[in-house]
């Protein structure tokens, strides 16, 4: 069956980093795009971006400058490495593939 699962999601101060990981099992991240969105409490759930099969990716104007996708084939695991992060970007992160998704991940930006 496919899975999911993201991972690396925590607390983390204004201008600090943290790398999200999207682990994918029954599904391979070479022959699928895979896309980044997320949804803060009481928020309509937002596109972050996304990488295709192939490998290139895309962002949201939002986080364009601050957020990277990129991708490990052979580990069939999609990142997304998010610096300077800001109390706006607080959320929990999910990944989808095709019609599947991850169970998401909590990021909370705080002092």
């Known amino acids: 069956q496919v899975q999911l699962v993201e991972s690396g999601g925590g607390l983390v101060q204004p201008g600090g980093s943290l790398t999200l990981s999207c682990s994918a099992s029954g599904i391979d991240v070479s022959l699928y795009g895979t896309d980044w969105y997320r949804q803060a409490p009481g928020k309509q759930r937002e596109a972050v971006g996304g990488?295709?099969?192939?490998?290139?990716?895309n962002y949201a104007l939002s986080v364009k400058v601050r957020f990277t996708i990129s991708k490990d084939n052979a580990k069939n695991t999609v990142y997304l490495q998010m610096n300077n992060l800001k109390s706006e970007d607080t959320a929990v992160y999910y990944c989808?593939?095709?019609?599947?998704w991850g169970q998401g991940t909590q990021v909370t930006v705080s002092s």
């Open positions: 989808k593939m095709f019609t599947f």
């Open positions: 990488i295709t099969g192939g490998g290139t990716p």
